[in-house]
């Protein structure tokens, strides 16, 4: 099992920034690629940014210059955002899909969700 622990939304101005975390834990044997997923009330949810094992990366055209993200000590996930703006309200989730041995399919896992909201 695969346990996802997200921490770093919060209120925060027009053009201010924010800095979401994610760790997991579990039992896994390795992590295939690790995103960030936002859910804005009465919206789809929506791919935010990935980043897979090798480090390629890949944003939405929305949040794409303002917002980056990158993996610490394999297992934590971190996601920058920088100049936000009100559209960026939502709930943020983490995802990650593993391997609980090398030649298992992969396993999706979502963290709890953690509330952004851009506001002056």
């Known amino acids: 099992q695969v346990q996802l622990a997200e921490s770093g939304g919060g209120l925060v101005q027009p053009g201010g920034s924010l800095r979401l975390s994610c760790a997991a834990s579990?039992?896994?044997?390795?992590?295939?690629?690790m995103r960030w997923y936002r859910q804005a009330p009465g919206n789809q949810r929506e791919l935010v940014a990935g980043i897979i094992s090798g480090g390629t990366t890949n944003y939405a055209d929305s949040v794409k210059g303002r917002f980056t993200i990158s993996t610490e000590n394999k297992n934590t996930v971190h996601l920058q955002m920088n100049n936000l703006k009100p559209e960026d309200t939502a709930v943020y989730y983490c995802?990650?899909?593993?391997?609980?041995?090398?030649?298992?399919?992969?396993?999706?896992?979502w963290g709890q969700g953690t509330q952004v909201t851009v506001s002056s």
């Open positions: 579990g039992t896994f044997s390795s992590i295939v690629i």
């Open positions: 995802n990650v899909e593993t391997r609980r041995l090398p030649w298992s399919t992969p396993f999706a896992s």
